[in-house]
């Protein structure tokens, strides 16, 4: 099957810094392709270049088969590239539902329309509304979102990018910050969306990605040295002596 | 090169450089502190409002214009303990408008203390005309405002590049809590930085007493001109700033020298005139649109010194 | 209705109020020409709200777009041309001109550079119209007579022109309201509060942005015509860039993110200028201070307040009750 996403050679550098170096990858559709990596390796930086939001010196980022180096990062989000934060990255003046409403607005139709009240059209919010359901917030609809607890926040987040109905969705550490308890809320819920999604996944939290990813890429300052399925990962000499000493592999 | 065009080029990079003493200030306190100051143009004009005052009362225009710059510090200084100190960690809307009171208080206080009408500004002494050309006259005065701005580029550009508190200058715009961190009173170097800005701008308003007009509001021009310095020669930079008031004060200073003739190649002598006179005014704001338009963070902008 | 009627009570009060005036027997030229000038700013200051609570942009030029409005008024007088239906329109769309191209500049930054930016194109106008000797430069030009409609002078009277005033000001609150409501304010909303989440959605915020400019532009080119009319007088001096600084001041007044509070904080400023000037020359010295001081401790803006001493109330009643 022809891949969904596909980077060529990407290369960065700040300066001297060379914080991307030829990374090659592939993420299949409906497969969960997590990339793991001691802090500093570059993970970051690799998703920015994916979602548009950096610029490559080098290489080629191809979306559904079509070159989309060239593009910012709205243009690549109307493509199907739906992307999460680290750093969570909501309307905190907005309420859950809006947040996500604006979402289904976005690949919906024009945002050029003026008069009618956009809390009311029922189109954008029942969409909306069953987001936040698959992701288990439907009862916090109507809260304001900056008053939402941290990991309601990131489950906000979630839905927000199911809404945009991506055919690939990039999450940023979307277990950073949680509790053990919504940590297995979230990792259950990722698990309920692996077929219906292709998604690119970078995470800290190891028990989590081996216990989700289909394939499993190692970057290692900026350079990828290892991809394959989380038993080839787990065996692999080098991968074990980049995590030497952290024993998240055990 | 004709002698009026050596004129208008000598009087641009004057107006420029005038410029780059007002810009200077305002782009190093944004720089550091993120603080917009639509007051700094007052600072200027009380610079030549005390220089002209102190003068008359000394009897020496030299006297008032030192006299004149202690006072700009303090009252900087005070102006900073007053008002602006409370304003550092609001958004600059809020700094705007606050500002713009501060303005709205001096220009009347200057209207109260010394009227409406021009002040009388006492002649800088010992200085004549030299000959630029054979029956070409060039006040010296004006030649030293010229040495003055650039003196005080130099220095600028030494302090920030070259000393210990050029570098926490240049450190606390990038990242203040840093900075705070190493031990330095943040607040005092802000404290500092302001009124040195201040006592710039009066420097400059005292310099340009004897050769613009010293009237209320007469700030008010000339920080709209710094504005459009440092936004040409990008937020924050002292290089950008210099480079950039010396264009515009070319640009302006020529533009209104010489549109109007061009402009009589293809219109009427009536027509030319006032068309010319009017894009004469309107050429900054197209220089820095058209800038703008290739380099949105100015021609120096993110790059620091 | 009842729903609407809840919320937005404190603004149609505030309309209802100004249509009270003459009723209650204020009907003199000087009272109701007060009144004008502030529901005229009330306009400008609304289309500016617009700009500042809804997209989170500053500007500080937004009293040339007024000026441009008044001066096509002008011009038109100057080639004969009275008439509303040409008058006006071409007053909105010349406004509404200079904000598109001027914002196609100035979007293409953010924060204090658009505050400048705005700043120096408001005062190109400036200098531009003060050189424009057929129209009288710095001295201004005064109209041969108010703009008519079809031959009928309606803007002539004082009763009508301040009805029509309030009538404009009380549209182009309801019309900033419904954009900010709809799918385009929601945009603007939100970009203004998280770029990024916008953009990361597929939407770049620069055309939203660039609209609501040349929206809010072609309304304050309207208040520029009703200004002039008011006036029957125009100089630079009404788009001199201190008074795009008092439109923003009413903002700020009235409360950021409150639409209405434009209006009341253009009141409030129209006749606390009106008062101290009455009282004191050089009443700006008190003015500069008061206004420092409202920055730093009126937060919430005058719109603000009646929620703040409500909050208060029954903060104060709870505390009896126990």
Known sequence: MAPLLELRGLSKSFGALAVTRGVSLAVAPGEIHAVIGPNGAGKTTLIHQISGTLRPDAGQVLFRGQDVTALDLPARARLGLARSFQITCIIPGFTALANVALAVQARSGSSFRFFRRAEAEEALNAPARAALERVGLGHRAGAVAGTLSHGEKRQLELAIALASAPSLLLLDEPLAGAGPEETARLVALLRALRGDYAILLVEHDMQAVFALADRISVLVYGQLIASGTPEEIRAHPEVRAAYLGEDELA | ?305 | ?322
């Open chain 3, 1 to 322: 209705m009842t729903a609407l009627l809840r919320r937005q009570a404190l603004p149609l009060a505030l309309l209802l109020a100004l249509a009270l005036v003459p009723v209650l027997g204020v009907q003199d030229g000087f009272s109701l020409g007060l009144l004008a000038r502030a529901m005229i700013l009330g306009i400008a200051a609304t289309s500016l709200s617009l700009l500042v609570g809804g997209a989170g942009l500053a500007s500080l030029g937004h009293a040339a777009a007024l000026g441009i409005g008044a001066y096509a008024v002008a011009t038109l007088d100057l080639l004969g041309i009275t008439e509303g239906a040409v008058v006006f329109p071409a007053a909105i769309l010349a406004a509404a001109l200079y904000a598109l191209l001027t914002g196609l500049v100035s979007l293409r930054t953010g924060g204090v550079h658009f505050i400048m930016i705005t700043l120096a194109f408001g005062q190109m106008v400036y200098f531009a119209t003060s050189s424009l000797s057929a129209l009288g430069g710095d001295d201004g030009y005064t109209l041969y007579g108010r703009t008519e409609f079809l031959g009928a002078r309606l803007l002539e009277g004082r009763l009508p022109f301040h009805y029509l005033c309030l009538g404009l000001a009380a549209a182009t609150w309801l019309f900033c309201s419904m954009l900010l409501e709809s799918r385009f304010g929601r945009v603007l909303r939100a970009a203004k509060e998280e770029p990024m989440r916008v953009r990361a959605l597929g939407l770049s915020p620069y055309p939203y942005r660039l609209v609501a400019m040349t929206i809010a532009g072609a309304l304050a080119g309207l208040a520029g015509a009703l200004m002039a009319n008011a006036m029957e007088f125009v100089s630079p001096a009404i788009l001199s860039w201190p008074r795009s600084a008092d439109l923003l001041f009413m903002v700020i007044l009235g409360g950021v993110g409150h639409l209405h509070g434009a209006l009341l904080g253009a009141l409030a400023l129209v006749l606390a200028e009106e008062v101290l000037s009455h009282l004191w020359d050089h009443w700006r010295l008190l003015f500069g201070p008061l206004l420092i001081l409202a920055v730093i401790f009126l937060r919430g803006g005058l719109a603000g307040l009646p929620a703040l001493l409500a909050q208060k109330l029954v903060q104060t009643l709870d505390r009896r009750a126990r």
């Open chain 2, 1 to 305: 090169m004709s002698g009026l065009f050596l004129v208008q080029l000598l009087n641009g990079v004057q107006l420029g450089v005038l410029l780059f003493l007002v810009a200077a200030g305002l782009t190093l306190v944004f720089g550091v502190m993120h603080f917009i100051n639509l007051a700094h143009g007052v600072q200027y004009m009380l610079g030549a409002y005390l220089a002209a005052s102190l003068g008359i009362w000394t009897g020496s225009f030299w006297l008032g214009l030192l006299l004149a710059l202690p006072l700009s510090l303090a009252a900087g200084l005070l102006l900073e303990f007053l008002v602006f100190r409370h304003l550092y960690d609001r958004d600059h809307l809020s700094q705007v408008l606050a500002t713009f009171g501060v303005i709205l208080f001096l220009d009347e206080a200057v209207r109260a203390l010394w009227g409406s009408a021009p002040l009388p500004v006492p002649q800088p002494e010992g200085l004549g005309s030299i000959v630029l050309m054979p029956g070409l006259l060039y006040p010296v005065y004006r030649l030293v405002i010229i040495g003055a701005g650039l003196g005080v580029g130099l220095l600028l550009w030494l302090l920030v590049e070259r000393t210990r508190m050029g570098m926490l200058v240049r450190a606390g715009a990038s990242n203040a809590p840093m900075v705070s961190a190493l031990g330095v009173d943040i607040r005092r170097l802000f404290t500092i930085v302001f009124g040195f800005g201040a006592m710039l701008a009066g420097f400059g308003g005292a310099l340009a007493g004897p050769v613009f007009a010293v009237v209320p509001r007469m700030g008010d021009t000339v920080l709209i001109l710094a504005f459009v310095v440092i936004v040409i020669g990008g937020i924050g930079s002292i290089r950008g700033a210099f480079l950039a008031a010396l264009l515009v004060g070319l640009v302006d200073t020529l533009g209104k020298a010489m549109l109007p003739d061009l402009l009589r190649l293809v219109l009427d002598a009536a027509p030319a005139r006032q068309a010319g006179a009017a894009l004469a005014s309107m050429l900054v704001y197209l220089l820095m649109a058209g800038i703008l338009a290739f380099r949105p963070a100015g021609l120096f902008g993110g790059v620091r010194a």
